[in-house]
């Protein structure tokens, strides 16, 4: 018994939406998962080849276990997983929410519990990963703003305005989500956060109706400053694209960073980014994750 599950990238915090806001893009990695056999079995294609735990400890492996868990259902023996990854580890494009969304996207097919819905797949996954601004893009697609309801992480999908263009530029180095964590204060000015709010509901607006609102509806007062130390390279490309008048920001805990394209902007990306990054311009998803079994493929 097999399912396939494909994931997309997603970008959080969008600038000042910290913990809340995301993206999902279009660039997916794509995972089979089959019930078979005595022991745990991984392929991998692609990013983390050679790198992630090849066993019980690998993401999608241990999400799956949880997931079954939950559902109260027995744990299978065996379980055979091939990757097909596009979605580069520790660079701020979600690969760790794109595994676990696949691991409880997965489980939930095998064990057919069709009455543990999104909702529920969401709660799990955003307790898995700790926050939930990455896996909510990642299950619905498009923008999403994640919130918490009498301690239970929810979302909603807005659409995406079609000048709204993101463009990623994926550095050659790493920085883990708990390490730039790690870097945050425990408190921030009042005016500051209160600014910060201005500016996470003024990208609501920007992205949904009035892309030329931006460049000031991407200022964060959150984290981006905090974790520079972590990332000079990535604050210093930010800075100078911002100040040639393109609304970059770091894509969620870095370091690669996300542009946005509108107008003229596309042309004045690729003069301030040196060799050493990719640019990728990728479409928003609007689908999400997806799950297949072999006899609809
Ligand atoms: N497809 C995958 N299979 C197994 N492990 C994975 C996979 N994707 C991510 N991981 C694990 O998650 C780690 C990266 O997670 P981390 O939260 O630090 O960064 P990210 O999710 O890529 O970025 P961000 O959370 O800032 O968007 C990898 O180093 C690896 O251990
Ligand atoms: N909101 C999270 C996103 C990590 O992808 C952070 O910035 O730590």
Redesign the pocket.
Known sequence: MSVLVRVPA???NLGPGFDSLGLALDLH?E?EVELAGDDVEIE?DG??AG???PGEG???ISTLRETFDTLGVDQPKGIRLR?R?R?????????????IV?GVLAARALADAPGFDDARALELAARL?GHPD?VAPCLYGGFTIAYTAQGTPKAVTLPVHEDVRPVVLIPDF???????RGLLPATVPHAEAAANAANAALLVHALTRRPDLLMTATEDYLHQKYRAPAMPRAADLVERLRSAGVPAVV????PTILAFSTGSAQDLIAPEVGSDWHIQPLNVDPVGAFVQFPETR
């Open positions: 997603t970008s959080a990695d995972v991998i990013h983390g790198e992630v735990d690998h993401l999608i990757c990854n979605i580069p580890h520790a660079r701020g494009l979600g690969s760790s929410s794109a595994a696949a990963e990455n790493r920085l883990s989500t708990e390490a730039a894509s969620g805990a870095g």
